[in-house]
């Protein structure tokens, strides 16, 4: 029973209502806080039920508010025995099954409301953003087209879909009238008659942002002015420096060129008429000398080379005499040789003889050519073959590899899944001692199983019983007509036969009653353990004490009735 | 709360004033409602002008800035009621026009003003396809397919003054691919566990009970 009072405990507990660190089960439980916790639970099922916390000192009061408790939580569908008297007198495993009842039917997202009364911003903002995700994956895709502002206008609750229409922040400067302050005729003119609404000074997109802002515009001005004068200073520097650059350059150009003016007047003002003609005839001489030398290397050139060409021809000449010598004296040996017959025939020989050489040689290396070319394209082969086997194997391993890689992700996948499952499983374990509740269920269940068997063999043992029975009462039946046919015989001719034939009819009926007795005495005997039954529930569920209790409330109020009568009789003498 | 600057305060006296009927002001706070929610202009504002055009336009300037930073700092209509009264001490007639037409038209107004911003292009579609790359035929390692990829984005044109579609291109390898896939799976699990967290479940621990007391009783 622990367990399920440290359940039971927790709940309320998690509905605020508040139970001491110290209390661990239900026996430490007084009826104040049995009825508060009545109430919480009460509370937090249905939000529309309102009952003050806590008891209230007058028993009248206590009885009324009792009864309506008691009326809701008939209402909620508790069909054990609930009346005022269970909730002002609850005992122990009574109340276990009513507050079962009770945290049975507190809907589960309790918490998150009772929470939120307590959070500050962040918290509630994170809430925001947490219900906005859960919205937004619930809800279908619906194409942009249908969309305004990227929002589905038909329902109520704001939920962008669509980025695609946002615009960036810019602002326009917006004219406005202000015709409270005191302004010129002219600009009161433009205003009624030429200045054009807001909505018309600027698009629709740059509406909002240049109203909302129109009184940032002096800081706007402010900085464009800054920007103005720094560049005005920047424009003054450079124009200045390239001024003053162009104007060096051409003081230093205009100084040479008087320089240079100056010399050649000096070098004219020097020489003199005569030396001057004879100076041009001498150089028109040099210059026609110049022209024939110029004419003169030319030829010189083109004979040299002529020169070089003939001494190339004479070498290629000298060459191709040698060779020919050569030759003539190569074939005037060959003609002493052959012009003798000796030489003739060993020169015949020679050649059989290299001919035979040749043939032996040809064998030879047939010979030595025939396994080495067996062995080449045996290794041929058993290279073609290697080659087949590591494509295969290349296959192999490829697939290998896919397979690798499968099992990778298959791997990664499950892993997934493990971390999934074992938070799940943390999140479980955290709330509950699984284990224990476990084991105390499957002991439970052993338990029943005895009784189970149990129960099957007493019901065999009533069933061998019953056969036994209906046995013995056939073969009575049967010697009972026997012994009724023989003295029946006997009757008719004998008068103590007649006798013991009455005799036997008594006996038989009256055994009958004795039988019909019998069990007429087991069926009254079950009805009276029946009854016992009845007395013992009765008698646990302690009336006679409840009796008086409720006549010891019956005189409380009857005494609170008196004292409110007394003092309205009082106040009706004053 | 809400501050407002000297200026519009001194625009808002002429909306109390006199200048304009209760049925026109009306009028004109549902025609800053249209103009500032995009929706379409029943009759031309220039028909409110009457004798002072120029007093109607900075009432209907004013009351446009005023309404638009209402929505800015998400108030309701009865704070936004309550504004009125004690910042500009409106008359009870025009607090109950301004305050109806906001409660009419806040959503599309905050609507509006969430469009205000910069955003992450919008991905309304995607085509993809697969390149296979061979370098030669004795190529050791196989590179694996190329994916090239063009998300389909829906980005707003500040020339054309609406939404256009604009692709955003790239090509990855297969690794990539996947890396891009897991980040993304990633995010939506994220996501989930986040929207998770909203309703925790708690362990059906009535059950137990019910199975621990049932023997015992």
Known sequence: MEEVDSIIIDSLRNIECDVDIEIHSLKDFDSELIFNSFVYCLEVINPEIKFPHGLPPSMSLRLKLATNIAECIKDLGYRGDMGYQTILYCDETELRRVLMFLIERIPRDNKVTNKEKEEGYVTKLVRQIEKKIQESLHKPWVPSELLKFGVDDTEKLILRQNYGECFSFHTEVVKLPKTLEQHSEILKNYWIHSLPNVTEQCSFYKLVPSLLFSDAKFLQKHLLMNKYDVIKNLVKEDTLKKYEESSDNNIATLRQVANENIDEYEHQTESKLPLEEEMERIIQEIKAISKSKLVMEKEIKTAGAKLSQIKDDVIQQGELLKESQAKVQLKKKAQAVLSKQENLIKLKKIVESGSERLVELANQWHSVQTPLLNEYRSLINNHSDQELKILEENEKLEKIQEKNKQIVNEIKEKERLEQQLLNEFERINKNVNRSAYTKRIIEIIANIKKQEEDIKKILNDTRAVQKDLNNLNGQLERSFTLADELIFRDAKREETARKAYKLLATLHSECNQIVQTVTDLGVMEREARNLQDQVDIELSRETASKLERVLYDLSEVKKENEILAKQISKQQIN | ?217
């Open chain 2, 1 to 217: 709360m809400l501050e407002i600057d000297n200026n519009l305060k001194n625009s808002l006296k002429l909306a109390n004033s006199n200048a304009l009927s209760d049925e026109n002001f009306k009028n004109l706070v549902q025609h800053c409602f249209n103009a500032l929610t995009k929706k379409s202009e029943i009759n031309n504002i220039n028909s409110l002008y009457g004798s002072k055009p120029d007093t109607v336009k900075e009432i209907f300037a004013s009351v446009m800035t005023l309404i638009a930073q209402f929505g800015r700092q998400n108030l309701d209509p009865l704070e936004v009621a309550q504004f009125l009264k004690n910042e500009c001490h409106f008359n009870a007639n025009r607090i109950k026009i301004i305050s109806e037409l906001y409660e009419e038209n806040k959503n599309d107004l905050l609507v509006v003003l969430g469009t205000i911003g910069s955003h992450l292009p919008h991905i309304t579609d995607v085509n993809w396809k697969i390149d296979y790359k061979i370098e030669s035929k004795y190529l050791e390692e196989a590179s694996g397919p190329i994916f090239r990829i063009s998300l389909i984005t829906e980005v707003f044109d500040e020339q054309l003054q609406k939404p256009v579609q604009k692709p955003i291109n790239f090509t990855c390898t297969t690794q990539e691919l996947q890396d891009l896939v897991y980040k993304l799976k990633d995010a939506v699990n994220h996501c989930e566990r986040i929207a998770k967290k909203a309703d925790i479940s708690e362990p059906n621990a009535v059950l137990i009970i019910r199975i621990l007391v049932g023997s015992n009783w």
